[in-house]
């Protein structure tokens, strides 16, 4: 189950028949509300972070060595842990763990202050 003060609107997120929904609205414990289908926040499930999807948002994966390696897109890298399916991103301040793609989308908004493009 994913938090409502997690998301905000534009988000990507799975519904409980594991479909891609976008945010169009976050209400009591609902997202888009007035929506034909609006399903509950405890059906809301992240979509997992995966390097197909990095790549889908326009991130190119670089490798420097075994322990050295990445995704980025000019503005933002994301780095992986040994394998390629545990991501982070890495600053002077902070290490953030990234899961899920609305984490993603939340980071890349925190720091560039722009959308981040997704075609799931």
């Known amino acids: ?10 988000n ?17 414990n609902i997202i888009n509300p007035g929506a034909e289908f609006s399903p509950e926040m405890k059906y809301l499930k992240g979509i997992p972070l995966t390097p197909e999807i990095l790549e889908k948002a326009g991130f190119t994966y670089r490798y420097l060595s075994p322990k050295q390696h990445y995704f980025e897109n000019g503005m933002v890298s994301i780095n992986t842990y040994k394998t390629k399916d545990s ?21 890349y908004y925190a720091l ?8 799931i």
């Open 1 to 10: 189950m994913i938090k409502a003060n997690e998301l905000r609107i534009g």
């Open 12 to 28: 990507l997120v799975h519904n409980a028949l594991n479909a891609v929904v976008k945010v169009e609205a976050i209400g009591y």
């Open 87 to 107: 991501f982070y991103y890495e600053s002077q301040l902070c290490d953030v763990s990234i899961d899920y793609v609305h984490q993603l989308q939340n980071l």
């Open 112 to 119: 560039c202050g722009s959308e981040l493009t997704i075609n």
